[in-house]
């Protein structure tokens, strides 16, 4: 089964994420566990401290090495050990498959104040961005990245893989077609005559040009990207 420890320093911010949600259901399903482990219980000294300034100055406060190390192998062996980071690889849908497939640990670590002590980095065997942006702390990025990762875990969501395939960024690789539900016409929108036809090849078929025109409009950097990444050569 798929074991996920989330280290950080703000476990309380996963309470809701843990108790409501598709995440909630999979773990309830015992399709894999969720340990929230807080990073204080490994800091130094009588105030748990587990920040320090940082060599050379400038602002804010960096993650020490010795807490995050004893955090991390606590957890015994893991098959990867994910950094969050502005500076990571953007994370993706394939990413999203592929680290479903974990058979194992994964370990996610959520920095805090300015970032961890760059030494930290030979923890991990992935460093992950979710954007071009900077947040406060890692705590949303795992929480968004987990939730991507265990609603792909087998028999988490109802209708199983073909429930995913057709999505965005899945198996055809662009953006999901336009959906839409009762009433068929709601302040003179129209739901798609095709739609209501019953014709299910005509239907299909509508579904496969339409989602090519929303990819090309919105997101034509990603049009006829594959589902899984090229092998490294
Ligand atoms: C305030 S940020 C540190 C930013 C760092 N000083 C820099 O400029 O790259 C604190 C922590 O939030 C997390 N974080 C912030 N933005 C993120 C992003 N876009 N993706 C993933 N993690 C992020 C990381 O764990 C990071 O160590």
């Avoid at 899984?228 to 050569?233: G, K, R, S």
Wanted: with cysteine; aromatic share 8%; proline share 7%.
């Amino acid at each position: 089964m798929l074991e996920i420890d989330i280290i950080s320093v703000q476990p309380q911010m996963f309470r809701g994420f843990l108790e409501e949600s598709i995440v909630a259901r999979a773990v309830k399903k015992g399709a894999c566990r969720i340990n929230i482990v807080d990073l204080r219980e490994f800091g130094e000294g009588r105030w748990r401290k587990v920040d320090d300034k940082p060599y050379g100055g400038g602002p804010g406060m960096l993650m020490k090495c010795a807490p995050w190390f004893a955090a991390v192998e606590s957890r015994g062996p893991a098959a990867r050990v994910v950094m969050t980071s502005p500076a990571g690889k953007r994370f993706a849908q394939r990413d999203a498959e592929e680290l479903s497939g974990t058979d194992g640990r994964i370990v996610f670590m959520c920095g805090h104040y300015e970032g961890f002590d760059a030494r930290i980095e030979s923890l991990a065997t992935d460093l992950y961005s979710v954007g071009d942006f900077v947040m406060t702390g890692g705590e949303l990025a795992a929480a968004s990245m987990v939730d991507a990762i265990v609603r792909l875990l087998p028999g988490v969501l109802g209708g199983g893989p073909a429930a995913t395939a057709s999505e965005s960024f899945g198996a055809g690789g662009g953006l999901e077609a336009p959906q839409y539900t009762h009433p068929p016409e709601f302040r003179g929108m129209k739901v798609p005559e095709v739609l209501l036809s019953g014709d299910h090849r005509k239907i299909e078929a509508w579904r496969k040009s339409a989602a090519r025109k929303k990819t090309e409009n919105l997101r034509p950097d990603i049009l006829g990207a594959p589902l899984t990444a090229p092998p490294e050569i």
